[in-house]
């Protein structure tokens, strides 16, 4: 899993609240259970239209927004149904960090699990990066996970909270699989001492 350790760059501004799943990628595409692929169809009814034109009032066909690694969104960003292909179109897409007032339980921790970091910060604080995003390429908005900031286009900068461990994941972009072999050393070591103690399992 790439590390998130800071990330600056144009952000898409997304105001409606309750994105769900569904709409971060409708339902026909969930056939596939590669990771790969899915960002042409990030937001696909949205995007394009019933003869698969791009929609040019859509925010990421817009040239300012194209190749946006950050989505600034209205509240309750991932409610909707649970599935873990929400995250991989974003990342395919190139979104690493969505910030938002709140986030659906588990679309929120299949973010972390996938190398996304989703922020959480005020209403007053959304406004403000919210108004930031619509000027385009114009304000670039950084997110600093070491010191758990994210700073406007104008230099303020607003905390975010993160748990301790999922903050430890991201900077060093460990998934399950990771975090199981940091303990590699450890696991060699009681497989040995088993295999002495136990030959016969």
């Given at each position: 899993?790439?590390?998130?350790?800071?990330?600056?760059?144009?952000?898409?501004?997304?105001?409606?609240?309750?994105i769900?799943?569904?709409?971060?990628?409708?339902?026909?595409?969930?056939?596939?259970?590669?990771?790969?692929?899915l960002?042409?169809?990030?937001?696909?009814?949205?995007?394009?239209?019933?003869?698969?034109?791009?929609?040019?009032?859509?925010?990421?066909?817009?040239?300012?927004?194209?190749?946006s690694?950050?989505?600034?969104?209205?509240?309750?960003?991932g409610?909707?149904?649970?599935?873990?292909?929400?995250p991989?179109?974003?990342?395919?897409?190139?979104?690493?960090?969505?910030?938002?007032?709140?986030?659906?339980?588990?679309?929120?921790n299949?973010?972390?699990?996938?190398?996304?970091?989703?922020?959480?910060?005020?209403?007053?604080?959304?406004?403000?990066?919210?108004?930031?995003?619509?000027?385009?390429?114009?304000?670039?908005?950084?997110?600093?996970?070491?010191?758990?900031?994210?700073?406007?286009?104008d230099?303020?900068?607003?905390?975010?909270?993160?748990?301790?461990?999922?903050k430890?994941?991201?900077?060093?972009?460990?998934?399950?699989?990771?975090?199981?072999?940091?303990?590699?050393?450890?696991?060699?070591?009681?497989?040995?001492?088993m295999?002495?103690?136990?030959?016969w399992?």
């Amino acid at each position: 899993m790439q590390k998130f350790i800071t990330l600056t760059g144009v952000a898409a501004p997304m105001p409606l609240v309750n994105i769900d799943t569904d709409m971060i990628i409708p339902k026909q595409f969930l056939k596939t259970i590669q990771r790969s692929g899915l960002g042409k169809n990030l937001f696909d009814e949205m995007r394009y239209d019933a003869d698969g034109q791009e929609i040019p009032d859509f925010i990421l066909n817009q040239p300012a927004y194209r190749e946006s690694q950050i989505i600034v969104a209205g509240d309750n960003f991932g409610c909707g149904s649970s599935r873990e292909h929400a995250p991989w179109a974003l990342l395919d897409f190139g979104i690493r960090c969505v910030i938002s007032t709140s986030f659906a339980d588990i679309f929120f921790n299949n973010c972390f699990k996938n190398g996304i970091l989703p922020v959480v910060l005020p209403q007053e604080a959304v406004d403000a990066l919210m108004e930031d995003a619509r000027k385009g390429a114009n304000a670039r908005i950084t997110v600093d996970l070491e010191s758990q900031t994210v700073t406007g286009a104008d230099g303020t900068a607003y905390h975010f909270d993160i748990d301790p461990h999922r903050k430890h994941c991201l900077l060093n972009g460990l998934d399950d699989i990771g975090l199981t072999m940091e303990k590699s050393a450890a696991i060699d070591t009681f497989e040995s001492r088993m295999a002495q103690a136990r030959p016969w399992v």
